[in-house]
C-alpha cells in the first residue's frame, strides 16, 4: 500500500463551503448521514444524523474499507474503484474518491435509491473537488 504522510490543511472559510455542500447533497440523496474525510481518516465536515453513531471510529474504519478496496483494485490490474457500495438489508453505505486526499461515505436507509446516491456523490465530488483544490 501507498505510505501517506501529507499534512491535509483546509481553511475555515473552505469548511463553511463544503458543510453547505454537503448539507445540499444530503438533501438531494437522502442520506441518513455523510462524512467527508481525508484518505487517512480524519474527519473534514459531516452532517445528518451523526449523533446516533461514533462518527469517528466508523470514519477510520470506512477509510481502511477504502484503502483496501484500493489496494484490491492494484492488484487486479485497475488503477482504483472510484465508487462503490456495501448494500444491506436497511442500511447501506456508499463511498466516492473525490482526489488522492479525500473520500465521500455516505449512510443511507432502504427508503433511498442507491442510484439516486451515487449521481448525488457524483456531483458532491465534482463541488468539492473545485473548493479543495
Known sequence: M??????????KDKIDELEGLLSGFCAQANTVWALLLSSTGHLIVQKGFVYSFDVLTIGVLACGVFNSTMELARIIGEKRFNEFLQEGKAISLYYINISDDFILVSMFDDRTIPGVVKVASEDFSRGALKILT
Open 2 to 11: 501507498k505510505e501517506r504522510s501529507t499534512t491535509i490543511s483546509v481553511s
